[in-house]
Nanobody
Framework: VQLQASGGGLVQAGDSLRLSCATS????????MGWFRQAPGKTRDFVAG????????KYADSVKGRFTISRDNTKNTLYLQMNNLKPEDTAVYFC?????????????????WGQGTQVTVSS
């Protein structure tokens, strides 16, 4: 399984970014998916998760109302739309494939991880 995250960059506070994660055709409709992030010296934290069909989502409290997770199974792609970015959102963002239908907050619920894409938000 290969997961390829992209779309990160350097932006100013209040700006928006959309991250993408290319998955395999099999993953696209058979697994829950999630986004995590890790800042330097910190743990890898849950950002958002989405069910196999995209009809159920979960968010970390810190991003609710600002971030939107979605998926297009016809394009084998997972997305994370990030609006009103804040300096504390600065981190490497990882997409992950859930074990089966899982898409919860615990990293142990995920079996494969992408390589990460850097998001840096300046104040």
């Amino acid at each position: 399984v290969q997961l390829q995250a992209s779309g990160g960059g350097l932006v100013q506070a209040g700006d928006s970014l959309r991250l993408s994660c290319a998955t395999s055709r099999r993953t696209a409709s058979n697994n829950g998916m999630g986004w995590f992030r890790q800042a330097p010296g910190k743990t890898r934290d849950f950002v958002a998760g989405i069910s196999m069909r995209g009809d159920s989502v979960k968010y970390a409290d810190s991003v609710k109302g600002r971030f939107t997770i979605s998926r297009d199974n016809t394009k084998n792609t997972l997305y994370l739309q990030m609006n009103n970015l804040k300096p504390e959102d600065t981190a490497v963002y990882f997409c992950a494939q859930g074990r089966g239908a899982n898409f919860g907050a615990e990293p142990s619920l995920y079996s494969y991880w992408g390589q990460g894409t850097q998001v840096t938000v300046s104040s």
